[in-house]
């Protein structure tokens, strides 16, 4: 399994136990803080089942390369950037729009939303050369073999 589907799917199931832990705590008046089930619902959706998708997906789909470097998944490391910064600052800003005055964490809001978004480009692009038909990587390695020679 290539290193950046580990990192997605560990990442996945922490933010699971993350999302777990807000949820346990809404039952409970007393621990109860402003802007809880948006933070949790983020937490549950783009923290662990949109990160298991796309931790499983780069797993099960060919790569491009079996490079294990940076810059040999770039796209797939960008998109586990962009999600996860988009992802943190919706946790810190959520909460900070019910109790802070200013416009201030819904400008954050929106940043996080563009960097989740950015994630769901970069994720299209590192995933969308993996789809292929049969016969497209026999023409594709016949196109390799005709190149070396």
Not at 27 to 52: A, D, K, R, S, Y
Not at 105 to 126: D, G, H, M, R
Request: aromatic share 14%.
């Amino acid at each position: 399994m290539p290193r950046i589907a580990r990192v997605f799917i560990k990442t996945g199931l922490i933010y699971f136990l993350v999302s777990l832990l807000v949820g346990l705590t809404a039952e409970f008046n007393w621990l109860q803080f402003p802007g809880m089930v948006p933070l949790f619902w983020h937490l549950l959706m783009v923290g662990w089942i949109t990160q298991i998708i796309f931790g499983v997906s780069m797993w099960m789909f060919p790569g491009r390369t079996r490079e294990e470097g940076f810059k040999a998944q770039l796209w797939g490391w960008l998109t586990y950037i962009f999600l996860n910064v988009g992802l943190l600052l919706r946790v810190i800003a959520e909460p900070a729009t019910y109790i802070a005055v200013g416009s201030i964490w819904n400008i954050v809001i929106v940043i996080s939303a563009v960097s989740q978004v950015a994630a769901a480009l970069t994720y299209i692009i590192e995933l969308w050369p993996r789809i292929q038909s049969k016969e497209q990587r026999r023409r594709q390695r016949k196109k390799k073999r005709q190149n070396k020679q």
